[in-house]
């Protein structure tokens, strides 16, 4: 009886990790860019009361052995990096990424973080172009003076048009990072991602070129969050969790039974 009650109990927590993980995908459906995860359970180790093929006490070999499992544990919380919808902005300074890639951004720290989050914004002091958390992007890109329009070609390139002055002027280039192993990299607040050895070395590319995706212009990524989807992942974790509650209880009678006969 007290195998039942414990293994029933890593069946409730493993269920309030899955409700953690699903309300944490629910509380971001409106964030830019943001990657929903999912949590993974395997289960304990079994304890083997008679191995398979083990010879019984009569001279017979046990065809498939007794083994009892002993519960459920958290294995891991993999973050599903499918492109989320593309919201137009009319912002030009908005810009989403179809396909594969990260923006590159300087953190205070001076470390390369990682970002889909194409909400870009212009330091009034110098004309760089900085992140929504007011980080420069990577490589560095600076409008200047006087700019009247700017333009972001699918492929990263940035042009602006100045007051009084006819032809557009290339500032910079936006540059793209992938990984061999997204699910790999550590999330952090503020949309920022950091690599990990899980993740593998960023490699460096521009919008289009091979295994990386072009760039939008007037368009934001939004969240790859489907409300039904995690509503029902939220119904079902409920229900498995009542489920290892009951199974608390009914062993508790059990015990409960077994006392009462001694006394």
Same mark, same amino acid.
């Given at each position: 009886? !007290?195998?039942?009650?414990?293994?029933?109990?890593?069946?409730?927590?493993?269920?309030?990790?899955? =409700?953690?993980? +699903? /309300? $944490?995908?629910?509380?971001?459906?409106?964030?830019?860019?943001?990657?929903?995860? $999912?949590? $993974? %359970? *395997?289960?304990?180790?079994?304890?083997?009361?008679?191995?398979?093929?083990?010879?019984? /006490?009569?001279?017979?070999?046990?065809?498939?052995?007794?083994? =009892?499992?002993?519960?459920?544990?958290?294995?891991?919380?993999?973050?599903? %990096?499918?492109?989320?919808?593309?919201?137009?902005?009319?912002? &030009?300074?908005?810009?989403?990424?179809?396909?594969?890639?990260?923006?590159?951004?300087?953190? &205070?720290?001076?470390? +390369?973080?990682?970002?889909?989050?194409?909400?870009? @914004?212009?330091?009034?002091?110098?004309?760089?172009?900085? /992140?929504? @958390?007011?980080?420069?992007? %990577? &490589? *560095?890109? #600076?409008?200047?003076?006087?700019?009247?329009?700017?333009? =972001?070609?699918?492929?990263?390139?940035?042009?602006?048009?100045?007051?009084?002055?006819?032809?557009?002027?290339?500032?910079?280039? +936006?540059?793209?990072?992938?990984? *061999?192993?997204?699910?790999?990299? =550590?999330?952090?607040?503020?949309?920022?991602?950091?690599?990990?050895?899980?993740?593998?070395?960023?490699? !460096?590319?521009? &919008?289009?070129?091979?295994?990386?995706?072009?760039?939008?212009?007037? %368009?934001?990524?939004?969240?790859?969050?489907?409300?039904?989807? !995690?509503?029902? $992942?939220? +119904?079902?974790?409920?229900?498995?969790?009542?489920?290892?509650?009951?199974?608390?209880?009914?062993?508790?009678?059990?015990?409960?039974?077994?006392?009462?006969?001694? #006394?």
């Amino acid at each position: 009886m !007290e195998r039942a009650l414990q293994t029933a109990a890593t069946g409730m927590q493993a269920q309030q990790t899955n =409700i953690d993980v +699903i /309300s $944490h995908n629910l509380a971001n459906i409106n964030t830019t860019a943001f990657k929903k995860s $999912h949590a $993974h %359970f *395997s289960t304990l180790f079994s304890q083997v009361l008679t191995a398979p093929g083990a010879v019984l /006490s009569d001279g017979r070999v046990s065809p498939n052995g007794v083994q =009892i499992g002993l519960g459920v544990e958290l294995s891991s919380t993999d973050k599903s %990096f499918m492109t989320g919808s593309l919201n137009n902005t009319n912002d &030009p300074l908005d810009i989403a990424i179809e396909g594969e890639g990260f923006l590159q951004v300087v953190t &205070p720290e001076g470390n +390369i973080a990682f970002t889909r989050d194409g909400n870009l @914004q212009v330091d009034g002091q110098t004309g760089e172009l900085l /992140s929504s @958390q007011g980080y420069s992007l %990577f &490589p *560095s890109v #600076n409008l200047g003076d006087n700019v009247q329009e700017v333009q =972001i070609k699918r492929d990263g390139t940035v042009e602006v048009k100045r007051a009084g002055v006819a032809n557009t002027e290339v500032v910079g280039n +936006i540059r793209l990072a992938a990984f *061999s192993n997204n699910s790999g990299l =550590i999330e952090m607040s503020q949309n920022l991602y950091l690599d990990t050895t899980a993740s593998g070395t960023p490699l !460096e590319g521009s &919008p289009g070129e091979a295994g990386f995706g072009t760039i939008r212009q007037n %368009f934001l990524e939004m969240s790859n969050v489907k409300v039904v989807e !995690e509503v029902v $992942h939220m +119904i079902t974790a409920q229900r498995a969790y009542e489920a290892n509650s009951n199974s608390i209880k009914a062993s508790d009678q059990m015990l409960q039974q077994a006392n009462n006969l001694v #006394n």
